[in-house]
């Protein structure tokens, strides 16, 4: 008895060391932040001197003109990014599922942006935004067009830093649904083409509902990711013309650095951890339900043998 | 319903010839089987009649029309896969009526075909389910639902009942036999199943190394093989080879063995007239043999082990160094270890070629 339950414990006993370090170096800044964000908080004080004010700074973001445009800047960038990155990611994929000679080199070719550090991604772009010696408006005006103000106008500076993320993060969409794409059985897709479905019918009725757990599990990893964007944006407009490419992570540092109010910048990650938690559990939630659904299939499928 | 003709078709992958040219005619309306080892090029020809592997060379003609190029959903086929492949993600109905959608048959009729298609097969109940939800056999059924929902002027068949356990397998093939009788299309089935082969096929194609040996009917491959091969593949028990050479005694034919010497009934004999003293290879059946010794040539034969198979019995012997095996009833047990004399039926003894293998 005493040995079982010894056996018992033991990959505890093994786990906690991890545990342990799991728990200094995640949940303390986090307990840390929680706290913080009840502060009135500036950064020449110790934390022990700062005044606890309740939910006071999460009322006050919630009535900050600044802030609420910073969140839905986030919210329209994170959608319009994530909805362009899947359309082509997914595309090129449907696409570049052949085998034909030169093609793994292509794909080799095709995630090279996705292992450039971002600051990088952001200078690069700079260059190439640059008003009058950047590659876009040299070319535009060689060929006779105006040169477009890249990251001077607002709607233009959104677009831009869209691009830039894309430009980056497509390719990630791009090698998992790819790998999704050729695990699918085969022997379904030749039943399809002797049904008679045509290319695009085997896309739409066969290729993408069986790739759909993997295209969701990427979604909401790409959603969560480009809730968190920060360095490529810093780099290209740090936030501007006004506040129309500011988003969340950058106002949080910018609130902290700049307007000094750590207590406020701590409520406002709160926020996005809130957002990212609940997207994250959706995530799981839907892991969930899918391996719930197969084990009850499986089941089904023995009983009935 | 065309007439398929195969005309000097090949298959390479890339340097690999797995299929030399060859032609086939397969008649309007049979039922033909193609059957072989595995590895012998049976499904890769399958595959290029359905459109989803391409010819290296040669054309094959639906009707004396080239259809090669073509897409397989313009070849007017359908076909039953070995795994099946159902589509994982729709239930029974709708993967039954995934061609129908397509092809844009009204509603009401999809709803009757596929019903009546179900209830033949007997998974008018499963309409529901998804695939995972269904056992090995019941899938099955669905993916020849799936076939035969379709009005396909072909249906094509690769080994669909080889993932099926012995019983299960034998009543598939029960059905499918019905089915062959009841509906009227060309069948072309790919099996390595010799049983299968003989109780299916209208017709009988026999394959080895990417080669067609022989095509012909049951009864023409089982009494005529043209070499070792067929005679060997086809037929339960196997067939027994003996080593041996023709010699002529008293006015007969022998041929004669280490053990053995038996006289050649007198058509083998006016045919292999012109060939004397020959080394040769002696084909006999299994079934050729008889414990009455007043029937047939004599052979003395060690009995080694003795098979119980319910009504009939195999027996392992040796006739010196070669190992024959022979049928018999159950009901005459035979002892194991003694040594008997057996009867021959020289009538259906084979004789072949040693060295190119064909009957002579
Ligand atoms: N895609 C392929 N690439 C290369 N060789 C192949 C391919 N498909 C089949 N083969 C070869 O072709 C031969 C015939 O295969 P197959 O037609 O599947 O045989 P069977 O169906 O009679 O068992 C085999 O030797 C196999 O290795
Ligand atoms: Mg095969």
């Not at chain 1, 009725?205 to 990893?221: H, N, S």
């Not at chain 2, 047939?296 to 392992?316: D, F, H, R, T």
Request: charged residues 20%; negative net charge; glycine residues 6%.
């Amino acid at each position: 008895m005493q040995i079982a339950n010894a056996n018992r414990l033991t990959p505890y006993l093994f786990l906690a060391p991890a545990a342990v370090i799991m728990a200094v170096a995640l949940l303390y800044p986090i307990g840390y932040m929680i706290y913080a964000s009840f502060l009135d908080w500036n950064p020449s004080q110790r934390i022990g001197e700062a005044e606890f004010v309740g939910l006071r700074n999460y009322i006050g973001l919630l009535n900050d003109a600044a802030f609420l445009e910073s969140f839905w800047v986030t919210i329209k960038f994170a959608a319009v990014v994530v909805t362009i990155e899947m359309v082509l990611g997914v595309g090129l994929a449907l696409l570049l599922d052949r085998n034909i000679r030169g093609m793994s080199a292509l794909r080799t070719l095709f995630i090279l942006p996705m292992m450039i550090a971002p600051i990088v991604v952001g200078l690069m772009w700079r260059y190439m935004y640059h008003p009058s010696v950047g590659i876009f408006n040299k070319t535009l005006k060689s060929l006779g067009f105006d040169p477009i103000p890249w990251l001077s106008d607002g709607n233009w500076a959104f677009a831009s830093v869209v691009i830039a993320d894309v430009w980056q993060w497509t390719p990630f969409i791009f090698i998992l649904s790819l790998a999704a794409l050729q695990s699918l059985p085969q022997s379904a897709m030749e039943a399809a083409r002797i049904d008679g479905a045509t290319g695009w019918q085997q896309i739409v009725y066969i290729k993408l509902p069986l790739m759909m757990p993997v295209l969701i599990v990427t979604l909401l990893l790409r959603l969560i990711d480009a809730f968190k964007v920060l360095e490529v944006i810093l780099v290209l407009t740090n936030g501007g013309p006004g506040l129309s490419t500011e988003i969340l992570s950058l106002r949080i540092s910018r609130t902290a650095s700049e307007f000094r109010e750590l207590g406020e910048a701590a409520a406002m990650s709160n926020y996005l951890l809130i957002l990212l938690v609940i997207l994250t559990f959706a995530m799981f939630a839907y892991n969930k339900a899918v391996e719930a659904r197969t084990a009850r299939l499986r089941k089904a499928a023995e009983e009935d043998l | 319903m065309p007439k398929i003709a195969f005309d000097q078709v090949s298959k390479s992958y890339g340097v690999v010839e797995v299929l030399p040219p060859f032609d086939l005619t397969l008649e309007d309306s049979e039922f033909t089987v193609l059957v072989g080892p595995s590895g012998c090029g049976k499904s890769t020809t399958l595959r290029m009649l359905a459109g989803l592997e391409t010819v290296t060379s040669g054309e094959i003609f639906f009707d004396d029309k080239p259809i090669s190029k073509l897409d397989p959903k313009e070849r007017d086929l359908a076909m039953v896969f070995q795994d099946y492949a159902l589509y994982p993600h729709m239930n029974i109905a709708k993967n039954m009526s995934f061609a129908l959608r397509l092809a844009r048959v009204p509603k009401a009729e999809i709803t009757e075909k596929v019903e009546r298609v179900a209830s033949m097969l007997n998974i008018a109940h499963l309409l529901d389910r998804k695939p995972a939800e269904l056992s090995g056999g019941q899938r099955q059924r669905v993916a020849m639902g799936r076939a035969l929902v379709r009005d396909a002027g072909t249906f094509l068949f690769d080994e669909p009942l080889s993932n099926l356990d012995a019983k299960l397998r034998g009543k598939m093939r029960a059905e499918l036999a019905e089915m062959r009788d009841t509906i009227d299309k060309n069948m072309v089935y790919v099996t390595h199943d010799q049983v299968e082969a003989m109780t299916l096929g209208d017709r009988i194609v026999v394959m080895s190394d990417g080669l067609i040996q022989q095509q012909g009917t049951p009864e023409q491959l089982f009494k005529e093989p043209v070499n070792t091969f067929v005679a060997g593949f086809i037929g339960a028990p196997t067939m027994n080879f003996l080593d041996g050479e023709l010699v002529e005694e008293g006015g007969t034919q022998w041929v004669r063995g280490d053990c053995y010497a038996l006289p050649l009934p007198a058509d083998i004999a006016t045919r292999l007239q012109s060939a004397p003293d020959r080394a040769v290879t002696v084909g006999l059946r299994p079934s050729s043999f008889t414990p009455d010794t007043t029937q047939g040539a004599p052979i003395e034969l060690k009995v080694v082990v003795s098979e119980y198979l319910g009504a009939q019995s195999v027996l392992v012997t040796h006739c010196g160094d070669a190992e024959i095996l022979v049928e018999t009833q159950s009901a005459s047990p035979v002892r194991s270890g003694t040594v008997q004399t057996f009867g021959v039926l020289t009538d259906e003894i084979m004789i072949f070629d040693k060295t190119s293998g064909l009957r002579l």
